[in-house]
C-alpha cells in the first residue's frame, strides 16, 4: 500500500503516497468554497479479530473492543467503528505519518509461501467533512483502503454519502 523504494520518486509510490497527495491537492482547491476536515483511522483484521493499529500501546482495552456500526445506525450516515482511535489530520504528510505508524503495528509472521506475509488486512478509513461556507450545508465521504498483504492485492472502495 504504501510502496517500495524511494518514497519521494512517484514510480516507488504505493496507492496511500499518491492518494494522500491528490486528496490535498483536491482539498485546497476547495479550501475557498468550504471548510474541510479530514480524519482517518487504521485497523488491522487479523485472525478474525478487529484491531486498532493506532491504540496506544499503554492503552490496556482489549483487542476486541471494536463494535462496527453501520451507516443507518450512526449520525454521519457513514459506517462507523466505536473505540477506533481517530485522528485529524491537516496534510499529505500528516496522513502518510499515520499511515506509516499503522503499518509498523500490523502484526506478521512468515508463511511457508512468503517470510513477509503478515497475513492481516489493513483497514485504512478517511473520512472527508466538507461545509459549505455560504449555505453551511454538511457533505461526507469516506475512502477506504484495504490492503489484504497475505495475496498481495490491494482493494480499494469509495464510499460517499
Excluded: C
Excluded at 504504501?2 to 494522500?20: C, F, T
Aim: no cysteine; charged share 30%.
Amino acid at each position: 500500500m504504501l510502496g517500495s523504494g524511494d518514497a519521494n520518486n512517484e514510480e516507488h509510490q504505493g496507492l496511500a503516497p499518491r492518494v494522500a497527495h491528490e486528496l490535498f491537492r483536491k482539498i485546497t482547491e476547495k479550501e475557498s468554497t468550504h471548510h474541510i476536515e479530514v480524519s482517518t483511522s487504521m485497523m488491522e483484521l487479523y485472525t478474525d479479530k478487529l484491531r486498532d493499529l493506532l491504540k496506544d500501546e499503554d492503552d490496556e482495552s482489549p483487542l476486541g473492543d471494536l463494535k462496527i456500526r453501520l451507516a443507518e445506525h450512526t449520525s454521519s450516515g457513514l459506517v462507523e467503528v466505536d473505540g477506533a482511535k481517530v485522528e485529524r489530520v491537516s496534510n499529505a504528510t500528516e496522513l502518510l505519518d499515520v499511515f506509516g505508524r499503522a503499518s509498523l503495528a500490523r502484526a506478521s509472521s512468515s508463511t511457508k509461501m512468503n517470510a513477509d506475509s503478515s497475513r492481516s488486512h489493513m483497514i485504512a478509513t478517511i473520512v472527508l467533512s466538507l461545509r459549505n461556507r455560504r449555505t453551511g450545508k454538511i457533505v461526507r465521504g469516506k475512502l477506504t483502503l484495504v490492503d489484504r498483504k497475505w495475496k498481495d492485492v490491494l482493494a480499494v472502495s469509495l464510499l460517499l454519502s
